[in-house]
């Protein structure tokens, strides 16, 4: 059935995402958040597909498989700020290709000899990278193309709304706690951005420290050094060390970080849960979730968003 009106909470990565595909599936939909895209959690990721710290699982595999294959394809529309890089993960214990290797391109073992000696293997693959203020407005821009409309509300009760709409989707992160769940906590990321570079291509990411994930990305525009996973931390300061720290552990993964100049350290907190929640409401049926995907935004966004067409029974969605 098409031509549901939808609301959706939330104007992140997940929000827009939902709401885009609502859009194409035939759906009037609207969008609700007190923050526009800008000020989002979604805004300050680096926007690399990547399963961070994921145990292998069936269902997060579908739905990044189809995330990874929607964000290709996007990348080939050069206003996107959707672009294919190339990854080098590092492994401290070898245990053959990740467990979500089927998902990537050109996915190749490296040499030994050109692994540090503190690892026992690493990949190379072909992974989509977003530049995340031109990604989300380009995901703005086509829900508006497709009809859709924004309002700047913050609200209260997601139930409440049922009465004005056939259908809400509550992308609300870790404002959802306000709505009962308190699976819900937060984990604060420290992340760096430095002036682009010939001299660091492609992307690194070694996270064996759940602790410290240590992560270049390169963009179009910048090249983000990362970071931490502090549990329930929600202070926004950031010290000296904690600066050098990162770009030490960088500068490991690839020595020419050391001489990239930082723009500045910024402070996100990523909405964690158990598992994502991406459900029909237990007690409302027309009110569904689509929220709690930790570092994982990104790299679920699409394959999440169709996940929520399909058990509101508005069809599917294609880019």
């Known amino acids: 059935m098409t031509g549901r009106r939808v ?3 939330g104007a992140g990565v997940s929000g827009l995402t939902t709401a885009v595909a609502m859009s194409l599936a035939g759906c009037r939909v609207v969008i609700h958040s007190a923050e526009a895209p800008a000020q989002t959690t979604s805004a300050l990721a680096a926007a690399i597909w990547h ?88 995901l703005m821009n086509m829900f508006l193309d497709l009809g859709g409309s924004y309002v700047q509300r913050r609200v209260e009760d997601p139930a409440g709304l049922l009465d004005e709409t056939d259908v809400v989707v509550s992308c609300c992160g870790y404002g959802s706690r306000e ?34 994930p240590t992560y270049i990305v390169e963009r179009n525009d910048d090249i983000v050094l990362g970071g931490t996973a502090d549990p329930g931390l929600t202070s926004t300061m950031i010290g000296e060390q904690q600066i050098a720290d990162i770009v ?43 929220y709690g995907h930790g570092g994982g935004g990104f790299t679920l966004s699409w394959g999440c968003a169709n996940e929520v067409l399909r058990l509101a029974g508005v069809g599917t969605a294609r880019v």
């Open 51 to 138: 399963p961070f710290y994921q145990a292998p699982d069936l269902v997060y595999l579908a739905r990044a498989r189809q995330t990874y294959a929607t964000l290709h394809r996007l990348s080939a529309d050069a206003t996107s700020g959707v672009s294919m890089r190339t990854l080098t993960e590092y492994f401290r214990h070898d245990a053959g290709m990740p467990w979500w290797a089927e998902c990537a391109d050109g996915l190749a073992r490296v040499p030994a000899t050109d692994v540090p000696s503190r690892f026992a293997s690493a990949y190379r693959m072909d992974v989509p990278v977003a530049d995340t203020g031109t990604y989300l407005r380009y």
């Open 7 to 9: 609301i959706v909470l």
């Open 179 to 212: 709505f009962g769940d308190d699976g819900l906590s937060l984990s604060r990321a420290v992340v760096l951005r430095a002036n682009r570079d010939d001299a660091v291509r492609g992307c690194y990411i070694d996270d064996s420290d759940p602790a410290a």
């Open 248 to 290: 030490h552990r960088c500068a490991r993964l690839c020595e020419a970080v050391a001489a990239l100049q930082i723009v500045d350290a910024r402070v996100g907190f990523r909405p964690v849960r158990r598992a994502p929640r991406v459900a029909q409401d237990e007690r409302h049926s027309r009110l569904f979730h689509n």
